[in-house]
Nanobody
Framework: QLQLVESGGGSVQAGGSLRLSCAAS????????AGWFRQAPGKERERVATIYAGGKLTSYVDSVRGRFTISLDNEKTTVYLQMDSLKSEDTAMYYC?????????????WGQGTQVTVTS
């Protein structure tokens, strides 16, 4: 059974950087689609970044493009979200999720979430 465990959240000043990690286990994950989502208090959850096709393809929401980078390690067991030039509006709970089928549609598996707080 696929499991996801996030780490790397914390508090940082605006303009700073954080790297989130999402460790996957329990599944042949080489073709799965993985994404990072976030939800701020009082706001809807949004998809921030996606990586699929074995790590060859990525996509980003406009608000983070050019500042965030999603990547996959060589063993394809850990998904990273490098967040640079952080802004206060990036403050949210961040979740890693996976669509084992690889189509980035049905995110069946979710991590527990990690808090990111950006202070001005």
């Amino acid at each position: 059974q696929l499991q996801l465990v996030e780490s790397g959240g914390g508090s940082v000043q605006a303009g700073g950087s954080l790297r989130l990690s999402c460790a996957a286990s329990g599944y042949d994950h080489h073709n799965m689609c993985a994404g990072w989502f976030r939800q701020a208090p009082g706001k809807e959850r949004e998809r921030v970044a996606t990586i699929y096709a074995g790590g060859k393809l990525t996509s980003y929401v406009d608000s983070v493009r050019g500042r965030f980078t999603i990547s996959l390690d060589n063993e394809k067991t850990t998904v990273y979200l490098q967040m640079d030039s952080l802004k206060s509006e990036d403050t949210a709970m961040y979740y890693c999720a996976a669509d084992p089928g690889g189509f980035c549609i049905d995110y069946k598996v979710w991590g527990q979430g990690t808090q990111v707080t950006v202070t001005s």
